[in-house]
């Protein structure tokens, strides 16, 4: 474990730049898909001005509601900025690395999720009990096959610290890894259900019946509301960066240098910004799947994850 | 710029060629709709044509050309486009049934590649090619494509699981072995063209007889 | 006795003896028992604690009783694995016990002195389990284990259906204690002496090994609930009262687990390779059934039952991952995966404990067991639900309570099989860890379930009104259980090196190399440049962080907050039947894992004048496995009836027959 301050102040900034550019990138995929559906758009800075207006109200809270209720926003915040701590973003010397690697960022997306299908749940009506259902049902099939696609890239660089596996990912010579290619396919997947995105969930929904993300935060308002759609914002956020740090790890600086830190940020708005558009991409060509075909969705990409892993057994290893 | 070409890229790349063609394979057991199946084997096709070309490039052997632009031809653009047309003409419906739901059929497709690649561990360690990786995932191609074959009630997609075995023989023959004899390969592409000509007869006389290309039906054929 | 650990802790043991003794003297006086000999025995376990928290580190020591058989007395031993588990059974009882002081009432079918002296007897038993050192003071401890155990199950006897329960139950520990005693046959090698010391002496050829290990298997997994020998957890856990329950899953199915180490790590000096597929193929099984069943329960303790059936499984996978690495001679691997496992025990005891003791609780509060008809308790029961939060967390794997913990050592051990040298194995094992991650996965699933059904929403019923949190007692054992389970989440590098002491015998080597190298606060059981974690660190950044956000929030904006009805879609009239019933939120596992299954439905017809719609989900196994069984035993046995006449003269016709065969034999 080497600790530097360099490291802290690289950590502490990239936390920051992760907490402030999640809202501008979730603006970014609603206006690519406004422009792809031949629309004008909303703008891309659209999400800023949703938070400065919802923090401003009344919180907004129901009558059976208990402190579990009003606590689980800043808990939700908490979590992804935690994750947002652990994913390399810029770069690789992360002082705080040491303390959760692959296996305790798919935990702590869980205890995000955990915690706020007990918050649907807290109030006590259909639609709260209707969410925390189907968004533990596709949890409890995204989980497995995200952490098995973590496990080829941690069998790959024989480590499950994020930091060292993109270190070691970026800087071998041109090899090429089908299992990744596998891998690849099995997380997109897994993203787009994790996010709430179509196939899976349309996140632009106003009917209760067809919602899985919505439908548990029907309740929050306010400051309360705010919390969580920057904490959904912030989950987009890492899944990419998670993504990109994995599949592209190309320009994120190795060390904690300046000038590396510096370069990095272009490289990874650039990456941001594609990634963001073939999200949108995606998102326009597919339609939404009823919800008992969204297991068969999931079991597949849990299926391609496990596939990844003896396609690196079998091809990769000597 | 051969130079560049060193053995181990040579493998690595070919071996993205093999994933591609499984995760293909796999995507056509998980596929429900017909015109998307087809549209799949079309792909299929074509990594096998590009395979097939750098195969050819890499190691200098010029007849592999003459199978990638036969490849190309048939598989690509001749047979796709014969079951398009057979398609409309039958009128089929768009959404495929299968015998067992999808979830399970994947679950006993990675078995069948575990079987496979195990199965062909040794044999690929004896292989003095440069793509003998590959021998395990050509074999686990054919084993998917069977397994399609199997699982699906209606008479069109189990003609492309015939022809998707052909493709996985086909890639398990040049990517392990340098492409078979030209003879062979003319033999082979006949033999399969004129496969799906009678099938295609056969699809018709069952359509004419039972109203529908559900192959259940022809189980009210047996004696009883 | 000496002043030794071993000393102390059979002192302890006959102390508990002493005091059951006391409670069956006065069976009705409910104060006595409840305020005087319930925490006698909780101080009882916390000594019995430390004693064995210091006896860890220390070397075996060995006592001779001078009781049991003529040629054969009560041999006693206690090593570091003896005092892993009783720690185990001394922290767990200490919490258990103080509830129980509190939870214990008269009119619940059995007289309070009697269930004091059936408990005690029940802990007493289990301490001399663990530290028996010969084949007959074993079954000895054994048995009365498993029948004070059964007294326990049946203490409301007046309900058919416990009863039935405990018989179910009672067979099947005989069955396994069968396997046991055989299995210790087997062990003894010819020599006929049955010390576990000639035991371990005795080198026995591949065959009699395999055959002692699969004994071993059969025997102490039928009392651990591994697949199939399962059928008993699901009925005996619900049957018991709460106290009960929590004991008999922490502690008791950790004592079968203790078995199967004893005996293949311990008494058998060779481990095969492929008893470890076998154990890991088993214990899969079992998590992935536990799992999926225990989603679809309506009924409280029978979910807990069936979430305790998949940790057993877990544990067995550990168990078969450890003899893997262990015989193909990689010991530190094998260090690692015996470490998840012991780990694990210890926390499912806690998190276990703590769900079945907060079920006991709003049992004899609302005196309802059904998920259907409980509810919004977090408002009438505030220190039980948060408890319960604890609890539940835990079970469900997340970080940073201890569940996660023992989840990450166990992955961890996992991304080492690629380095297996058997082509088969080291992609198949790949595979599993892929169903582990599923099983925990399922796991959060069926806790959402458990604890948003119960604690929050709406209540119910209207009854549930009235509920309110329990007495002092059992808050202190509540608090016990749930500060161990922090406690276990944030330190584990203190526990590692705790366990060990119980890796370097059994396996060859410990942890203890890399974990020196590396800082207290990080747990880094291989390399810390492979895998780290610092549930420390992790803690304190996510408070940072929440409290950052909370107080920024605070001061730039501001904290006002109004109360209004929830949404209604425009529906005026929804009341607290519109939530999710517990057969509802299992819905989507149903239908998912729907083979697992065996599904009654009973549906309605247009004829009906009063409609009902009913689904019963049953175990499969039931119907394939075990009713065939008891057919043809009752077919069997149908044979024999033949020799029962009723008449007097038959019989005596039977002793003097034998009578003249045996003169016969003897001239």
Not at chain 3, 98 to 126: D, K, N
Not at chain 3, 439 to 468: N, T
Request: net charge neutral; hydrophobic share 60%; charged share 10%.
């Amino acid at each position: 474990m080497s600790f530097s301050w360099s490291g802290a102040a690289a950590q502490l900034t990239e936390l920051v730049l992760a907490i402030l550019l999640a809202p501008l990138l979730l603006g970014w995929v609603n206006q690519c898909r406004a422009w792809l559906q031949n629309k004008g758009g909303p703008g891309v800075l659209r999400p800023y001005l949703m938070l400065r207006r919802l923090f401003a109200k009344d919180a907004i809270v129901a009558h059976g509601a208990s402190p579990l209720f009003r606590v689980v926003p800043y808990v939700l915040f908490g979590a992804m900025s935690m994750a947002a701590a652990i994913v390399p973003t810029l770069g690789t010397d992360l002082p705080y690395a040491p303390a959760a690697d692959a296996i305790a960022l798919v935990g702590i997306l869980a205890l995000a999720r955990v915690a706020i299908a007990l918050a649907a749940m807290d109030i006590g009506t259909a639609f709260g009990s209707l969410g925390a259902r189907r968004e533990m049902m596709v949890g409890f099939l995204a989980e497995p096959a995200l952490l098995m696609v973590l496990f080829t890239a941690s069998l790959i660089s024989q480590t499950t610290s994020l930091a060292t596996t993109v270190e070691t990912l970026s800087s071998r010579e041109l090899a090429i890894y089908p299992s990744l290619a596998f891998a690849g396919v099995a997380f997109t997947m897994v993203s787009l259900a994790e996010n709430a995105r179509i196939p899976i969930d349309n996140p632009a929904t106003h009917l209760e019946l067809t919602m899985i993300h919505e439908a548990m935060i029907l309740e929050y308002s306010g400051r309360h509301l705010a919390l969580v759609e920057w904490a959904a914002s912030l989950k987009l956020f890492v899944y990419s960066c998670i993504g990109i740090a994995l599949f592209f790890p190309f320009g994120i600086a190795q060390g904690g240098d300046a000038t590396g830190l510096l370069l990095a940020l272009p490289a990874l708005v650039l990456k941001l910004a594609i990634g963001g558009f073939l999200l949108a991409l995606i998102e326009t060509l597919s339609a939404k799947l009823r919800i008992f075909r969204a297991p068969e969705f999931l079991g597949t990409a849990f299926i391609l994850a496990v596939l990844a892993l003896l396609l690196h057994a079998f091809l990769e290893t000597p | 710029m051969t130079a560049l070409l060193t053995p181990a890229l040579v493998g690595q790349i070919i071996n993205v060629f093999a994933a591609v063609l499984l995760l293909v394979s796999f995507a056509m057991l998980a596929q429900r709709r017909i015109l998307s199946l087809i549209d799949l084997f079309a792909a299929q096709g074509f990594v096998l044509c590009l395979s097939t070309a750098f195969v050819a490039w890499a190691t200098g052997q010029t007849h592999l050309y003459w199978s990638a632009g036969l490849t190309f031809v048939l598989k690509v653009l001749l047979l796709p486009w014969i079951l398009h047309r057979l398609i409309r003409r039958l009128n089929v419906k768009w959404d495929v049934e299968t015998l067992i739901n999808i979830p399970t059929t994947m679950l006993v497709g990675l078995v069948l590649v575990i079987f496979a690649f195990n199965l062909a561990q040794p044999v690929s360690e004896l292989a003095g090619t440069v793509t003998r990786g590959t021998l395990g995932i050509a074999l686990a191609a054919v084993l998917l494509a069977f397994l399609m074959m199997i699982t699906r009630s209606k008479a069109v997609p189990q003609v492309i699981g015939f022809l998707a075995m052909e493709n996985g023989l086909f890639f398990a023959a040049t990517a392990a072995t340098y492409g078979m004899p030209m003879v062979v390969e003319l033999g082979i592409a006949l033999d399969v063209l004129v496969g799906v000509i009678i099938l295609g007869v056969f699809f018709f006389q069952i359509r004419e007889r039972f109203d529908s290309l559900d192959i259940r039906h022809l189980e009210k054929l047996k004696e009883e | 006795m000496n002043s030794s650990p071993l000393g102390l802790t059979l002192a302890i043991a006959v102390a508990w003896l002493a005091l059951g003794a006391l409670g069956l003297i006065a069976p009705r006086r409910l104060r006595f028992v409840a305020h005087v000999l319930f925490p006698l025995g909780a101080v009882l376990a916390a000594a019995l604690a430390v004693v064995a928290l210091g006896a860890i580190a220390a070397p075996p020591h060995v006592y001779v009783a001078p009781l049991g058989l003529p040629d054969l007395p009560f041999h006693f031993r206690m090593d570091a694995l003896s005092a892993f588990f009783l720690l185990l059974l001394g922290a767990v009882a200490a919490g258990v016990s103080v509830f129980a002081a509190g939870y214990i009432r008269p009119g619940e079918g059995t007289a309070p002195g009697l269930q004091c002296l059936w408990y005690h007897l029940f802990l007493a038993s289990m301490a001399f389990v663990l530290v028996a050192d010969d084949a007959y003071g074993f079954m000895v401890a054994w048995e009365s284990m498993a029948v004070s155990s059964f007294f326990l199950v049946t203490s409301d006897h007046r309900q058919a259906e416990i009863r039935r329960a405990g018989y179910l139950y009672l067979l099947i520990a005989h069955v396994g204690a069968i396997s046991i005693l055989l299995c210790f046959g087997v062990l003894q090698g010819g020599t006929n002496d049955y010390t576990f010391g000639a035991m371990r002496a005795v080198k026995l050829a591949p065959f009699w090994a395999t055959v002692a290990f699969l004994l071993a298997l059969a025997g102490f997994g039928a009392k651990a609930g591994i697949l199939p020998l399962h059928v008993w957890l699901p009925e005996a856990h619900p049957a018991a009262p709460s106290p009960v329950s929590a004991l008999m899953s922490a502690v008791m199915l950790k004592t079968a687990i203790y078995g199967l180490l004893r005996v293949t790590f311990d008494l058998l000096h060779t481990q095969i390779w492929w008893w470890g597929v076998v154990a890991l193929a088993v214990g899969l099984a079992t998590a992935i059934f536990g799992v999926v069943f225990s989603a679809v329960q309506n009924d409280m303790k029978r979910l807990l039952a069936y979430s305790s059936i998949e940790n057993i499984g877990f544990i067995v996978v550990g168990f078969g991952l450890t003899v893997t690495f262990a015989a193909y001679g990689m010991s530190a691997l094998a260090a690692l995966a015996l470490t998840a496992t012991l780990y694990h025990c210890l926390n499912h005891a806690y998190f276990k404990s703590l769900l079945f003791l907060a079920t006991g609780s709003v049992l004899h509060a609302t005196r309802e067991r059904a998920l259907g008809k409980l509810g919004g308790l977090i408002h009438r029961m505030p220190w039980v639900a948060w408890l319960a939060l604890v609890g539940a967390l835990a079970t469900a794997g997340l970080p940073p309570l201890n569940g996660f913990v023992s989840e990450w050592l166990l992955l961890q051990a996992f991304l080492f099989t690629p380095d297996l040298p058997d082509g088969y194995l080291n992609m198949l094992v790949p595979v599993a860890a892929a169903a582990i991650a599923l099983a925990a996965a399922l796991s959060a699933y069926v806790m959402v379930k458990f604890y948003g059904v119960v604690f929050l929403g709406q209540p119910r019923e209207e009854k549930l009104a009235e509920a309110h949190d329990p007495g002092i007692a059992e808050r202190i054992g509540l608090v016990w259980l749930a500060a161990g389970c922090v406690a276990l989440g944030i330190l584990p590098v203190q526990v590692i090196r705790l366990i060990d002491f119980v890796s370097g015998p059994l396996v060859g080597k410990t942890l203890s190399e890399a974990t020196a190298r590396s800082h207290w606060m990080f747990l880094a059981p291989i390399d810390p440049q492979r895998a780290s974690y610092s549930p420390l660190l992790f803690v304190v950044g996510l408070v940072v962080v929440t409290l950052a956000a909370w107080f920024a929030v605070r001061r730039f904006y501001h904290g006002r907050v109004r109360r209004a009805p929830p949404w209604d879609c425009g529906f005026p009239l929804l009341n607290a039947r519109m939530q999710d019933t517990a057969e509802g939120f299992g819905q989507p596992v149903r239908v998912v894992f729907d083979p697992f299954f065996r599904v009654e439905r009973e549906l309605p017809t247009p004829a009906d004048a009063a409609p009902r719609y009913g689904v019963k989900v049953e175990d499969p196994l039931w119907y394939w496995l075990y009713l065939p069984i008891a057919r043809v035993v009752e077919r069997l046995t149908g044979f024999v009836t033949v020799l029962q006449r009723g008449r007097i003269s038959v019989y005596l016709m039977y002793s003097f027959a034998t009578l003249l065969v045996l003169l016969f034999l003897v001239r």
